[in-house]
């Protein structure tokens, strides 16, 4: 079988050479004149960044990026869904808010922003995978319009699979907030009592009359609760909350069918993942951490196993920098984040990945750079 193309471009610039004129130079050789038609709706998939990241990809590359579309006569928009924990982007309006206070507002970028999967994250579609943990996935229903994607990610280490790439950002990235619920959770959300004020707005939202009052405080049944995670988006305060206790190897195979779900719905994706600030944690946090490598540039690719794969190869190439939370095998060669994550084998993603058909680990670097 043959390898899959992941093109690459490297950080070092000059006059004339620019990051721009190389990254136009790097979507021309990914195919980015074919891949956008006239008046199609062109998603550009990306991460916003948490109040008090400074790491995430800088609204001048994705304003680029929309003008590349524009000039193919595609309809870019860029695009998040809403996450599942208290947090600046845990509905449309803060998430926007957020949005643009890092700078991707259309005024920045020239492309609106839409946050995918509702107001608070509720609208959904499901798509039928019938794979090893869901039989069905539940994801942003917008997913359903778009007629191209490019899913634009950047690279990171992660607390909770080890390593944050284009896998992470498709499956978890665009799934509904019930389906971000069934991959970190096996079991039902839980009401804090010493928050809940007993509003009973849960038990009118719940679709499955699984929240009933106790001495006038919430109360979930295990037993008639369905997971929808509907208590979580609609509680005025925050009282309802997720039991974070999925394994991490779960959690990565979890997300794998759920981007298994986005990809089967066969609308054309570009991956575009930057290797700049490379940070311990996720732009989730509200922190960016010292990068623990240097710059190593821009990727793309039309399969997420191989993009990730290639990603994880080049920052394991990488000599580690000293004075930042890596301590261990900073040696080229070594594997950075196995050192950032002592507990977690990162490649579970990529091997189940690849398993269940959503891409090839095996890949083809090709330079973009002459
Ligand atoms: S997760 Fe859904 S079914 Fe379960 S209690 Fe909450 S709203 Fe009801
Ligand atoms: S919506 Fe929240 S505060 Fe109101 S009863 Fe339900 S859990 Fe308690």
New binding site residues.
């Given amino acids: 079988m043959a390898k899959s193309q992941v093109y690459f471009i490297g950080p070092r610039t000059g006059s004339g050479r620019d990051m721009f004129v190389k990254l136009e130079k790097l979507l021309d050789r990914a195919g980015l004149p074919n891949f956008i038609q006239q008046n199609e709706l062109v998603a550009i998939k990306l991460h916003f960044g948490e109040v008090g990241t400074t790491a995430y990809i800088h609204p001048s590359y994705v304003g680029f990026l929309v003008g590349q579309v524009k000039s193919r006569k595609g309809l870019p928009f860029l695009t998040d869904t809403n996450v599942l924990y208290r947090s600046a982007r845990g509905n449309s309006v803060d998430h926007l808010r957020t949005a643009f206070a890092h700078g991707f507002s259309p005024l920045v970028t020239g492309a609106p922003v839409i946050i995918s999967g509702g107001l608070k994250g509720q609208t959904s579609i499901e798509v039928e995978i019938g794979k090893k943990h869901f039989r069905t996935v539940k994801l942003a229903s917008e997913i359903a319009d778009f007629d191209k994607l490019i899913c634009l990610t950047h690279f990171t280490g992660h607390l909770g699979t080890g390593l944050g790439g284009a896998i992470k950002n498709l499956g978890m990235g665009l799934s509904a907030k019930s389906g971000k ?1 069934a991959m970190h959770s096996t079991v ?2 839980f009401v804090d009592h010493k928050k809940c004020t007993g509003c009973e707005i ?1 038990l009118k ?4 009359d ?2 009933g009052m106790k001495e006038k405080l919430a109360v ?1 049944d295990p037993v ?9 988006v609609v509680c005025p305060i925050g009282a ?1 909350d997720i039991q974070w206790n999925e394994s991490t190897q779960n959690l990565q195979e979890k997300v794998c069918e759920h981007a298994y779900g986005v990809v089967k719905r066969k609308q054309p994706i570009l991956f575009l993942t930057f290797l700049t600030n490379i940070t311990p944690g996720c732009d989730c946090m509200g922190f960016s951490d010292a990068h623990v490598v240097a710059d190593i540039g821009i990727l793309a690719s039309y399969d997420p196993v191989a993009i990730d794969q290639a990603a994880v190869d080049l920052v394991n190439q990488q000599q580690g920098l000293p004075g930042t939370r890596l301590k261990k095998n900073l040696g080229q060669g070594e594997d950075k984040l196995r050192a950032l994550y002592p507990n977690i084998d990162w490649t579970v993603q990529l091997r189940y990945g690849e398993e269940i058909g959503l891409g090839s680990r095996d890949y083809e670097l090709v330079s973009v750079d002459s």
């Fill in positions: 619920l039902i959300p849960c939202h719940c679709p499955a699984a929240i979930i008639l609760c369905i997971g929808c995670g509907e208590c979580m309802v």
